[in-house]
């Protein structure tokens, strides 16, 4: 199975910041990546996939760049809402896999 | 507006069997396929099981590979997991999850439910 790695697994940021969060596959992938926001409590939710497009209603500081094995989520200037955990997943070969995540917390 | 309501959770032995149901609306339920997604408590997330839009591909996780059973009802747009032989480490809260194509014709999951907690303790 591919297995992904997420780095760092915490990313400690002031408001208005910008926040890198990067994603590696143990073999490519090619464009087959989404990145999903978690919020304490609440479900996954959508914000990237085929590597860089935002879903619907994703506000468009959020941006998704990479290929292969290589990804990475910018999230250009942050928002209070922002504050999360966010995982990457591949979806190019079964079993789908998750990254372990990486969590977005207040500086 | 789409969807998804998980039932069917609780706790239950070792050993024991749940069967876990998705309630989908906001949607054409026949055309998508469909997946279940866990989270063990305080841990990431965990692909499950896949089962497309006609029941006639379904895909496991090794972990649950024969013990869980994916399954739907297109006529009750409704999405199933039969879960036997249950053991402490299926302890997790279960998420339907849609799935949509991307450009390349790639699946991967946009939409998902709040979950159902399903514990598996003595």
């Known amino acids: 199975e591919i297995v992904m790695t997420q780095s760092p697994a915490t990313l400690s940021v002031s408001p208005g910041e910008r926040a890198t969060l990067s994603c590696r596959a143990s073999?490519?992938?090619?464009?087959?990546l989404a990145w999903y926001q978690q919020k304490p409590g609440q479900a996954p939710g959508l914000l990237i996939y085929?590597?860089?497009t935002r879903a619907t209603g994703i506000p468009a500081r959020f941006s998704g760049s990479g290929s292969g094995t290589e990804f990475t989520l910018t999230i250009s200037s942050l928002q209070s809402e922002d504050f999360a955990v966010y995982y990457c997943?591949?979806?190019?070969?079964?079993?789908?896999?998750f990254g372990q995540g990486t969590k977005v917390e207040f500086k | 507006e789409v969807q998804l309501v998980e039932s069917g959770g609780g706790l239950v032995q070792p050993g024991g069997s749940l069967r876990l149901s998705c309630a989908a609306s906001?949607?054409?339920?026949?055309?998508?396929?469909m997946s279940w997604v866990r989270q063990a408590p305080g841990k990431g997330l965990e692909w499950v099981s896949y089962?497309?839009?006609?029941?006639?591909?379904?895909y496991y996780a090794d972990s649950v590979k024969g013990r869980f059973t994916i399954s739907r009802d297109n006529a009750k747009d409704s999405l199933y997991l039969q879960m036997d032989s249950l053991r402490d480490g299926d302890t997790a809260v279960y998420y339907c999850?849609?799935?949509?194509?991307?450009?390349?014709?790639?699946?991967?999951?946009?939409?998902w439910g709040q979950g159902t907690l399903v514990t598996v303790s003595s």
């Open positions: 089962i497309t839009s006609s029941s006639n591909v379904i």
């Open positions: 073999q490519s992938v090619s464009s087959s």
């Open positions: 997943q591949q979806y190019n070969k079964w079993p789908r896999t």
């Open positions: 906001g949607f054409t339920f026949s055309s998508f396929g």
């Open positions: 999850a849609r799935g949509s194509f991307d450009n390349a014709g790639f699946y991967f999951c946009d939409y």
């Open positions: 085929g590597a860089s």
